[in-house]
């Protein structure tokens, strides 16, 4: 079983920047892959960004160049540094994993970019 807790969604002007964080219960963090995924209203929910557990990296064309995951395996944390932020970001934010072929998410963070 793997518990994901995200944090630091919120309100921000368009340009803006936030920091994400997903900690996770798994004291075997240093081997999963993580990833980043957001879902609009009305819209299925989209891949963001993707860490590897050997620090590979992967973003959606969405998000390339202002976007950056990043993750602290002494802390258990993944992290999603966003910066530029526009309205067309405005979504649920989650955190993914797989382990033992089962996926975990979540429960999710809210960023809401507005004038």
């Known amino acids: 079983q793997v518990q994901l807790v995200e944090s630091g969604g919120d309100l921000v002007q368009p340009g803006g920047s936030l920091r994400l964080s997903c900690v996770t219960s798994?004291?075997?963090?240093?081997?999963?892959?993580m990833g980043w995924y957001r879902q609009a209203p009305g819209n299925q929910r989209e891949f963001v960004a993707s860490i590897t557990n050997n620090f590979r990296t992967q973003y959606a064309d969405s998000v390339k160049g202002r976007f950056a995951i990043f993750r602290d395996n002494n802390k258990n944390t993944v992290y999603l540094q966003m910066n530029n932020l526009q309205p067309e970001d405005t979504a649920v934010y989650y955190c993914?994993?797989?382990?033992?072929?089962?996926?975990?998410w979540g429960q999710g963070t809210q960023v809401t970019v507005s004038a």
């Open positions: 798994a004291n075997m963090f240093r081997i999963l892959n």
């Open positions: 993914n994993t797989i382990n033992d072929l089962k996926p975990y």
